[in-house]
Structures are given as C-alpha cells and as structure tokens.
C-alpha cells in the first residue's frame, strides 16, 4: 500500500500509476469531468482510500480516492 505526506503527493503518485481521470460525485453515480462518461455504484470500485487530517482546523481534512471502473478500464480519481 503507498502512503504519502500529502494530498498534492498522493493525487501526483496516483497520477504516474495511470489513475489520470477526474471523477466528481453527482447524486448517485460518478462523472468523469474529460469524457462526460457516468459510472454507476456497479461500474466501479474504490482500490485506493488515503486520508490526511489538518493539524489544527478540521476544516483541512481531506480524502483522495482511487478509483476503477470495472469494464473499459478507467482509472482515476476523486477527491
């Protein structure tokens, strides 16, 4: 498992190893933002989770996901 310092670390380590789609949440599914491409809970699986919490103000927490989509290998990620 990779562990990084950083969300900057971890979004650019994700990216040499081929997670280079944006995704964003929309409702019930994810969308990538380069092809306009919808993924259903179905479609996809989370492979990678790395979580990195703000010293002093929660409000500097944040999640970045690596994420797969089962058919049609896409990779990338969410945040």
Do not use: W
Not at 7 to 36: H, M, P, W
Not at 42 to 53: A, D, G, K, L, Y
Not at 64 to 78: A, F, L, P
């Amino acid at each position: 498992m990779y562990q990084y310092d950083t969300v900057v670390s971890a979004i650019n380590g994700l990216k040499e190893r081929g997670y280079t789609l944006d995704f964003n949440i929309a409702f019930d599914k994810i969308i990538c933002v380069q092809n306009e491409i919808c993924l259903n809970p179905s479609q996809f699986e989370i492979t990678e989770v790395h979580r990195f919490e703000g010293d002093t103000n929660p409000s500097d927490e944040d999640v970045v996901y690596g994420v797969e989509s089962k058919e049609g290998n896409m990779k990338g990620i969410i945040t």
